[in-house]
């Protein structure tokens, strides 16, 4: 149906899809039938251009509105045609972070109960303080950079996907450090402060600081959220969250930490939909495809060649358990392609930069220093 233009806010004259339906929506959905999720989130964000017909009501000081395209480099023809497919709004994210706080605690209770960490390998109670440790400053740093990202989204669908995104990033955070603090209350000598340290100044980590703080930096809301989830994420943290915690540690006698880590790629896997879906419909669309398309190019080989030099550095990890069953060249292998299978699904990429494309160094010739124990 096409909707009747008109410049009057009087109350009836402007004629909106299925209003003459019994099942009356204001909305075009995605699908035959609007679903809970678009009912509560589509338009619920105003916008001058489809329902606001007085224009802004409200602007920042300079005259900017409330919300502005132009806090992104990137273009759409609708912003409003995004539907994120988790479909997540804040009653079922509730529900969501719930269950899985539930989870680890049932997790890491009954490996308590077990005196499971006084089992742990003692190499690998050094990974878990130094390196787990560590990697808790990944998640809030991405946390914090969604958060500040997701106020800058012209719809609300937009919005919910980045904050909601932002929320995992920063449970996760806490589920490390609680679960850290829990173990270490059965693991005499554990320093819960040797993660930040290792984080601040140990040469495996500075590399990963660089490139989160770069995100963190980025102007570009949309840059910040694409560069987390369809670059750093892969490359880095996939390739510790799976390709190192949860490959080796059942092998150290720590059958908890995976568990707790498995939660959080759960969490990525929901992410990375939500990201490919708004990605690939800016790559696109009609109008704006092509101009999106480069700017995008230009992001990925930014953020992937900081992020690539990140997961190059965390090579001596995969020496550090006494019991090695799984090694860095086949885990950064499939975060490469991990990546680049990202970037042809969305349609963005070209040529990948050359530090993805060239072999890993030998584990020797990386540099190291102060990174065990």
């Known amino acids: 149906m096409t909707t009747q233009q008109t410049a009057s806010a009087a109350a009836g004259a402007k004629v909106f899809p299925g209003s003459d339906s019994r099942?009356?929506?204001?909305?075009?959905?995605?699908?035959?039938?609007?679903?809970?999720?678009?009912?509560?989130?589509?338009?619920?964000?105003?916008?001058?251009?489809?329902?606001?017909?007085q224009d802004w009501i409200i602007s920042f000081g300079d005259g900017t509105p409330t919300y502005s395209k132009s806090w992104t480099a990137l273009r759409c023809a609708d912003w409003h045609r995004f539907r994120a497919p988790d479909q997540e709004w804040e009653r079922t994210h509730y529900q969501r972070q719930s269950t899985i706080v539930g989870m680890i605690q049932n997790v890491v209770d009954n490996a308590r109960r077990a005196g499971a960490p006084q089992r742990f390998d003692k190499a690998w109670v050094g990974v878990l303080q130094n390196h787990v440790g560590a990697f808790k400053h990944v998640e809030y740093g991405l946390g914090t950079a969604l958060m500040r990202a997701q106020r800058y989204g012209y719809t609300q669908m937009v919005n919910n996907a980045i904050l909601t995104n932002a929320s995992y990033k920063l449970r996760f955070?806490?589920?490390?450090?609680?679960?850290?603090?829990?173990?270490?209350?059965?693991?005499?000598?554990?320093?819960?402060?040797?993660?930040?340290?290792?984080?601040?100044?140990?040469?495996?980590?500075?590399?990963?600081?660089?490139?989160v703080e770069h995100i963190r930096a980025a102007a570009d809301f949309l840059e910040q959220y694409f560069a987390a989830n369809l670059v750093f994420e892969p490359l880095v943290g996939e390739l510790f969250r799976s390709g190192f915690v949860m490959q080796l540690a059942a092998a150290q006698n720590d059958f908890a930490t995976p568990s707790v880590v498995s939660a959080a790629e759960?969490?990525?896997?929901?992410?990375?939909?939500?990201?490919?879906?708004?990605f690939a419909l800016l790559v696109g669309d009609p109008v704006h495809g092509e101009a999106n398309r480069a700017v995008l190019q230009d992001w990925f080989g930014r953020h992937s060649a900081l992020a690539a030099r990140a997961a190059l550095q965390l090579q001596p990890l995969w020496s550090l358990p006494r019991v090695k069953v799984a090694g860095f060249l086949a885990a950064y292998e499939q975060a490469r392609n991990r990546v680049a299978a990202i970037g042809r699904e969305v349609g963005f990429v070209a040529d990948l930069p050359p530090i993805l494309v060239a072999e890993p160094a030998p584990i020797a010739d990386v540099a190291v220093a102060g990174s065990a124990e």
């Open 266 to 278: 759960a969490d990525y896997e929901r992410n990375l939909a939500n990201a490919v879906e708004l």
């Open 173 to 211: 955070a806490q589920d490390l450090t609680l679960y850290l603090a829990e173990i270490a209350t059965d693991i005499g000598g554990f320093d819960l402060d040797a993660g930040k340290a290792h984080w601040m100044d140990d040469p495996i980590w500075q590399p990963c600081r660089e490139a």
């Open 23 to 53: 099942r009356y929506n204001y909305f075009e959905p995605k699908g035959r039938k609007a679903t809970h999720y678009e009912d509560v989130t589509v338009d619920v964000q105003p916008d001058p251009e489809r329902y606001l017909l």
